[in-house]
């Protein structure tokens, strides 16, 4: 009896210790927040469970976006291109791919981990600044489309499996635009 109790004790403690990261994990949400800095202040915020984001996505009537699919206009690459880059681009391991530094801008593309890090910073006079840093297998999710699409279902369900942070910061001296889950 005492042994079962022991278990029980256990297996509530485990549950208890697993609750909060359970509920955080179970129904993230998305948020998108904009605020713009002109004549006419405007802030824009949108909070959402990932899940009704999902179902949106199939509700949406254009021809582009079907089946939370995005058909891409392909005249500059194409999505096959893409993922060729993006196999090589995810063997490579942690790099620096590209780096450019001038006086008025610097543009940083690298993966760290297991995260595609995008950063452009414009020079202090102009203030611009955008962070980007998707968890890899968002983009694996997304490049995982037919043809000429990307599935932006599969990257939801990517992110939502990836958990909380930043996904893109934009910051310049006129709007501000940050998109997120927690």
Known sequence: ???????????????????PA????????????????????????VNLPISMVDVALNVVKDENLKSGRLKLDTHDISVADMKQLWSE??????????????????????????????????????????DIK???????????????????KAALAAMQQKGTGDILVVNDHQTQVRLWID
Request: aromatic fraction near 4%; proline fraction near 4%; charged fraction near 25%.
């Open 134 to 152: 998707v968890p890899l297998e968002v983009v694996d999710a997304l490049l995982s489309g037919p043809g000429e699409e990307l599935n932006i």
């Open 22 to 45: 359970l509920a955080q994990n179970k129904n993230p949400w998305l948020h998108l927040e904009v605020q713009e800095n002109n004549a006419d202040p405007t802030l824009v915020k």
């Open 89 to 130: 681009l995810r063997k490579a391991g942690n790099a620096e791919f590209v780096t450019v530094e001038k006086k008025t801008e610097s543009v940083r593309i690298a993966r760290q981990g297991n995260f595609l890090l995008v950063k452009v910073t414009e020079s202090k006079t102009k203030g611009s600044k955008v």
């Open 1 to 19: 009896m005492r042994k079962l109790a022991c278990i029980v004790s256990l297996g509530l403690l485990l549950f208890n210790l697993g609750s």
